[in-house]
């Protein structure tokens, strides 16, 4: 199967470094808006001349609608799409009237739409039943009965691709100023993956002057140290601006017992409803940022049940996810 991406960052280099590991796995593409890509992918597709079927999954359906429309008239070429947001709710009359003829086309032309995540955020009702159920799946080694540590010095982890969405300017601020108001000696931050250029050079003119204990690890890690970083944590940022999506690191979290730092907003609604979260960050500022922490790192504070978790972990296996992705038919050869 081959596997297209708008990128090789976060959930989507995840995914392709799973998949890598099957035999039947072909390739990746990284489908951009620049149409050389799209042509690449065309080509790919007329290269396959000896009868054998194309599978083709698209890893972030919204983006490539078109793309994957477009493909799907292809007799050599077995078309499946995941979808991570769903529709604005807000969204005007015709975007939804777009949204509706798209999803029809898409159903029509036979190719195998997955939701990821909760199908019911899915607006417009006539649609979900187009939609099979993917859970996000668990990526990394981890134990059901790991217990929580010992606070002593705060522990806040800040890892995958570390970029200005994940508000990590405002979140140093926020703990800046946790240090200055609370009775802790000190508060030691994880930064843990490829940095964006802004971030870097941001962090560099930051750490002259804090009084934060910040480590850098400016590299993809593999996942057993990413593991070590999260059981070694207290806090777990999963703070996005403009997130709608799944996050992994949030399902990370959990599956190690720590507390999450979010706002609660798309899927990551759900996750708090699911496990029944009622402390979150309300909005991307660093007040609101520091209030929320300063309750996480309360020693006697739950941020959720032993029960709800069990019950969130137990869906989201990674072999589970990949039969329901791959499921039957697509490996027509």
Do not use: W
């Amino acid at each position: 199967m081959y596997f297209v991406v708008p990128n090789l960052n976060g959930h989507f280099l995840n995914y392709v470094e799973m998949f890598k590991q099957r035999s039947d796995y072909e390739g990746h593409i990284i489908l951009t808006s620049d149409f050389k890509s799209f042509l690449a992918l065309i080509k790919l597709i007329l290269s396959s001349t000896n009868g054998n079927k194309i599978n083709l999954c698209f890893l972030h359906g919204e983006k490539h609608i078109i793309q994957s429309l477009l493909t799907a008239f292809f007799k050599n070429v077995n078309v499946s799409s995941i979808f991570y947001y769903g529709f604005n709710i807000n969204s005007g009359f015709f975007k939804v009237c777009l949204s509706k003829l798209s999803i029809y086309l898409l159903s029509a032309l036979n190719i195998r739409l997955f939701y990821l995540e909760k199908p019911e955020r899915i607006i417009i009702p006539s649609l979900r039943s187009k939609f099979l159920y993917l859970p996000d799946p668990i990526l990394i080694p981890y134990d059901f009965d790991v217990t929580t540590r010992a606070l002593t010095i705060p522990k806040v982890l800040i890892a995958g691709y570390l970029d200005s969405r994940k508000c990590i300017d405002k979140i140093l601020v926020a703990l800046e100023q946790l240090l200055c108001d609370s009775n802790f000696e000190d508060i030691h931050v994880f930064l843990v993956g490829e940095q964006s250029v802004d971030v870097s050079e941001m962090l560099d003119s930051y750490l002259l002057t804090t009084n934060l204990k910040v480590f850098q690890e400016n590299q993809r890690v593999t996942d057993e140290v990413l593991a070590k970083y999260i059981e070694n944590s207290d806090v777990v940022s999963c703070v996005y601006d403009n997130h709608l999506g799944s996050s992994g690191m949030f399902i990370n979290a959990v599956a190690y017992n720590k507390k999450v730092l979010f706002i609660s907003e798309g899927v990551l609604s759900d996750f708090a409803i699911e496990l029944g979260i009622n402390v979150f960050v309300k909005e991307s500022s660093a007040a609101n940022i520091n209030k929320t922490i300063n309750v996480l790192l309360d020693d006697v504070f739950y941020q959720y049940s032993l029960i709800s978790r069990i019950d969130f972990l137990k869906k989201r296996n990674k072999s589970e996810f990949i039969k329901l992705l791959y499921g039957g038919d697509i490996l027509e050869k």
